[in-house]
């Protein structure tokens, strides 16, 4: 029988798991950020932890492509990698291969500052699972299998029309 609570009238029969899927993964970031310090340090931006965490993950990347990939517009790009430069958390290098071209890369102490943080993070889930006692929480292949989850869904919504 499908719920008639208030947050579920009106929802196809099925779209309840998937708003409760949501549901969730807001409340745990909420969480993160609440137990875990903050999810950047105060002289950051938002749009700067998230350029940040970008040239983590792609290292060598254009500041195109970063508005791409993250819905940034380009000037507020532009603003992040400057505001990074001057921190010291990222550099622009010219493209190897056009001349006319920039790459933006993390400095050493931008990957030790997103480290630390993605460090205290996984501690905080780990023990927060351990807490639960949560079945198969220290297996490896549900780690792995929730996180490839969630990474298809981020491409999903970031291929997502606006």
Same mark, same amino acid.
């Given at each position: 029988?499908?719920?008639?609570?208030?947050?579920?009238?009106?929802?196809?029969?099925?779209?309840?798991?998937?708003?409760?899927?949501?549901?969730?993964?807001?409340?745990?970031?909420?969480?993160?950020?609440?137990?875990?310090?903050?999810?950047?340090?105060?002289?950051?931006?938002?749009?700067?932890?998230?350029?940040?965490?970008?040239?983590?993950?792609?290292?060598?990347? &254009? $500041?195109?492509?970063?508005?791409? %990939?993250?819905? =940034?517009?380009?000037?507020?790009?532009? +603003? /992040?990698?400057? #505001?990074?430069?001057?921190?010291?958390?990222?550099?622009?290098?010219?493209?190897?291969?056009?001349?006319?071209?920039?790459?933006?890369?993390?400095?050493?102490?931008?990957?030790?500052?997103? &480290? $630390?943080?993605?460090?205290?993070? %996984?501690?905080? =889930?780990?023990?927060?699972?351990?807490? +639960? /006692?949560?079945? #198969?929480?220290?297996?490896?292949?549900?780690?792995?299998?929730?996180?490839?989850?969630?990474?298809?869904?981020?491409?999903?919504?970031?291929?997502?029309?606006?």
């Amino acid at each position: 029988m499908l719920d008639s609570s208030p947050t579920t009238r009106g929802l196809a029969p099925d779209d309840h798991r998937w708003a409760e899927l949501a549901d969730r993964i807001l409340a745990v970031a909420h969480q993160l950020q609440l137990h875990g310090g903050p999810v950047l340090p105060a002289a950051l931006t938002s749009a700067e932890g998230t350029v940040l965490r970008m040239l983590i993950q792609e290292p060598g990347i &254009s $500041s195109s492509a970063i508005a791409a %990939a993250t819905g =940034i517009k380009r000037p507020n790009v532009s +603003a /992040a990698l400057r #505001g990074l430069e001057r921190k010291g958390l990222a550099e622009r290098r010219g493209h190897p291969h056009d001349g006319r071209g920039v790459t933006v890369r993390p400095t050493e102490r931008g990957v030790r500052l997103v &480290s $630390s943080l993605r460090g205290r993070r %996984a501690a905080l =889930i780990r023990a927060a699972l351990q807490r +639960a /006692a949560c079945p #198969g929480a220290g297996d490896a292949t549900t780690v792995d299998a929730v996180v490839e989850l969630l990474r298809s869904l981020q491409a999903g919504l970031g291929a997502a029309p606006r």
